[in-house]
Each structure stands twice: as structure tokens, then as C-alpha cells.
């Protein structure tokens, strides 16, 4: 039965049960919690005047897995899995620094959520790729969000961005 249910889903075994165990399922999808977080970073502006710039990306990555607290159901095959909480607002003051990002990247970025026990603050850009950031350096996590739940419930270690 388990063989059977894993082949029709888009996670391995391992990181659905961890987004199952988190509130997730497949057809999840919050839109009206969506569209209250892209309003709230919409309307916030940073004391220098940065603002946050919201596109469909990010509302449909909230929509299906905004809210969710993601714990890793074990040890990471590299470095630590991380404990996940994917509420946009974490990012809420991070308006510049965010821009800063999306410009060095040639896109936009918006906030996804963060990882509660380092403070990275993940991102998603404009063709759903998806970043961390913390006090040591910007991170790749993959092309779009289920390789970097992937990635961060298992605990493969992300690409360090390069500047150029």
C-alpha cells in the first residue's frame, strides 16, 4: 500500500508524511489567507521606503502550503533538516534586503517563510525558484518549492549564490 500511495504523489515517502503531519494534503489550498498576506506586504513600506513586490508565485506557494509548521521526521542526509514555518510575514521587514536579492538575481523576490532554528528567511522569486538567507550567505534551494521542501525536510545541503 505504502509503494502505491508514494508513486501517485509528488513527494518522496519521507517528505510527505512530513508535510502530511504539518496540516498538508494534496488539493490544499488557503487562497483567502494568500491574498491577506500579499495584502500585508503590499501595503508595508520600511522606514527607507522599501516595499515588497507580490506576484503569483509566491500567493499559490502560500495558498497550498502557507501556514504550515514542518518539522523533519529525522536526521538529514547531509546537514541538519530544517524545522520549517511558512508564513510570509517572517520576511515582512526584510523589504530591502529582499530587493537587494531580486536584483542580483535579475527577478523578484518574495517572502515565503523562515527556518525557525537558524532564522533564514526563505524566499521565492518570480519562476518559483526558491532561496534562503541568512547570517552566513544567500542559498539555492531549487526550481521551484517541492525540491526545496525536498531539500530542507531531508537535509541536502543547498548551493551557495555566487555574486555574478
Known sequence: ??????????????V???LRAAGWQPGRWDIKQAEIWADTLREHTSPAGHRHTVFPAAVEAW??????RIAPPGNG????PANL???????????????DLGRALGTEVCPLGTETDTRAVLTIDTE????????????YLGPDIDHALALLVTGIEPARLTAG
Open 1 to 14: 500500500m505504502h509503494a502505491d500511495r508514494s508513486s501517485t504523489t509528488r513527494f518522496s515517502v519521507t
Open 16 to 18: 510527505d508524511a512530513a
Open 63 to 68: 495558498a497550498e502550503f502557507g501556514g504550515l
Open 77 to 80: 542526509r547531509q546537514v541538519a
Open 85 to 99: 514555518h511558512l508564513d510570509p510575514l517572517h520576511g515582512l521587514n526584510m523589504a530591502r534586503t529582499l530587493g
Open 128 to 139: 518559483g525558484r526558491v532561496y534562503a538567507l541568512d547570517h552566513t550567505g544567500d542559498w
